[in-house]
T-cell receptor, first 113, second 111 residues
Framework: KAGVTQTPRYLIKTRGQQVTLSCSPI?????VSWYQQTPGQGLQFLFE???????NKGNFPGRFSGRQFSNSRSEMNVSTLELGDSALYLC????????????FGQGTRLTVV | GESVGLHLPTLSVQEGDNSIINCAYS??????FIWYKQESGKGPQFIID?????DKRQGQRVTVLLNKTVKHLSLQIAATQPGDSAVYFC??????????FGQGTRLTINP
């Protein structure tokens, strides 16, 4: 069974640009959540989708958005990039609709210059 | 509030010794806790979980203890090996897959 796949692995963008990151969950999993990991703030929850609906959202500005497709694949978008958006963005999938073991991908390392 | 924290940022142990990593949480309403291991360049890897109706759960070389009275969670790793070197995170899983992570503890194994 393939794990969670995130693309791209590495990305360099310029301030003011926008970026789209992709996550393919484990086959059969319908819950996909996104996290931002930085040395200073640690792992912080961005949002979670289940069956194409956003169920939970963390405390991030509106520049951070996401969506989920009918095949459970998810994308997150960050607009008007800032230097502080440089981070490892992690996606996790789960087969449990109410809460359970979440499997993480290897992440996308975003660097904003 | 939503806060899961770790007592120690770093822990060094001798190879073969047991390791104990601690975590405090503040949300007494939480009912599910998880420990993750993150190696350099990789995403967090699930180690073991425990629900609030349990005090202890054992896995392969790992044991998680939950003390709801003092809101404390610990991860015990038996016979620590070089491959156990990583950052360990405790996390509180709220409803609908919202994980609140602690800051992490870096475990270093001395030969």
């Amino acid at each position: 069974k393939a794990g969670v796949t995130q693309t791209p692995r590495y990305l360099i963008k310029t301030r003011g640009q926008q970026v789209t990151l992709s996550c393919s969950p484990i086959s059969g999993h319908r819950s996909v959540s996104w996290y931002q990991q930085t040395p200073g703030q640690g792992l912080q929850f961005l949002f979670e989708y289940f069956s194409e609906t956003q169920r939970n959202k963390g405390n991030f500005p509106g520049r951070f958005s996401g969506r989920q497709f009918s095949n459970s694949r998810s994308e997150m978008n960050v607009s008007t990039l800032e230097l502080g958006d440089s981070a490892l963005y992690l996606c996790a999938s789960s087969g449990d609709s109410k809460g359970g073991e979440a499997f993480f991908g290897q992440g996308t390392r975003l660097t904003v210059v | 509030g939503e806060s899961v924290g770790l007592h120690l940022p770093t822990l060094s142990v001798q190879e073969g010794d047991n390791s104990i990593i601690n975590c405090a949480y503040s949300n007494s309403a939480s009912d599910y806790f998880i420990w993750y291991k993150q190696e350099s360049g990789k995403g967090p890897q699930f180690i073991i979980d425990i629900r609030s109706n349990m005090d202890k759960r054992q896995g392969q070389r790992v044991t998680v203890l939950l003390n709801k009275t003092v809101k404390h969670l610990s991860l015990q790793i038996a016979a620590t090996q070089p491959g156990d070197s990583a950052v360990y995170f405790c996390a509180e899983n709220k409803a609908a897959q919202k994980l609140v992570f602690g800051q992490g503890t870096r475990l270093t194994i001395n030969p």
